[in-house]
């Protein structure tokens, strides 16, 4: 079973604040993904990333950053961390037959 | 680029009873389907999966039709039970290579014992 770990579980900043969202998959997979959970939208996709050093932008991706350091690692980046950032994050990997495996999620409170 | 439209957001059924759960998509070059679930508190886990060259996929008490004329997707629970209790999620992926999934917004159900 694919792994994907993420961290912190919970995160509370105040606006304008800086905070890193990280990820880990020991998997060896390509892809790896941020997406947000909010309710009434589902999960949006934040940003993407096929391999260390790639980016891909996803469909919501303005205030947030993101960097692959290394096949394993996928961080999302929020520099000035507003209340409308307030949600669930989730990463996830792309494993084989075009699966997602999902981390446990991150819940952020912006205040 | 890719909609994904997914009705109702909400169901309640009694135990025993059917469900279906609707996604419609945009993208006539949608090739990837999918349908995860989330139990309450829990992370996104794979339910089923369908490809285009199929077009119904069953197990674990569901079955998965796809419409690829229609653009439309369905989940079927044919005796639901308290234990299938959660987040419902259709997820869709066209076939050019940038390994894009789209997700509906979501079904929450709730099987009443």
């Known amino acids: 079973e694919a792994a994907v770990t993420q961290s912190p579980r919970n995160k509370v900043t105040v606006t304008g604040g800086n905070v890193t969202l990280s990820c880990r998959q020991t998997n060896s997979h390509n892809y790896m993904y941020w997406y947000r959970q909010d309710t009434g939208h589902g999960l949006r996709l934040i940003h993407y990333?096929?391999?260390?050093?790639?980016?891909q932008i996803g469909d919501v991706p303005d205030g947030y950053k993101a960097t692959r350091t290394t096949q394993e690692d996928f961080f999302l980046l929020l520099e000035l961390a507003s209340p409308s950032q307030t949600s669930l994050y989730f990463c996830?990997?792309?494993?084989?037959?075009?699966?997602?495996?999902f981390g446990s999620g991150t819940r952020l409170t912006v205040l | 680029g890719e909609q994904v439209e997914q009705r109702p957001p909400h169901l309640s059924v009694r135990e025993g009873d059917s469900a279906v759960i609707t996604c419609t998509y945009t993208?006539?070059?949608?090739?990837?389907f999918f349908w995860y679930k989330q139990e309450p508190g829990a992370s996104l886990q794979l339910l089923m999966k369908?490809?285009?060259?199929?077009e119904i996929n069953e197990g674990q008490g569901f079955t998965v039709l796809l419409n690829k004329k229609d653009k439309r997707l369905s989940l079927n629970l044919t005796a639901a039970h308290p234990g299938d209790s959660a987040a419902y999620f259709c997820?869709?992926?066209?076939?050019?290579?940038?390994?894009?999934?789209?997700f509906g917004a979501g079904t929450r159900l709730k099987v009443i014992a």
């Open positions: 997820a869709v992926s066209a076939d050019t290579g940038n390994y894009k999934y789209v």
């Open positions: 993208d006539p070059n949608s090739y990837y």
């Open positions: 990333s096929y391999g260390a050093g790639n980016l």
């Open positions: 996830a990997s792309k494993g084989v037959a075009e699966t997602l495996y």
């Open positions: 369908v490809f285009s060259s199929t």
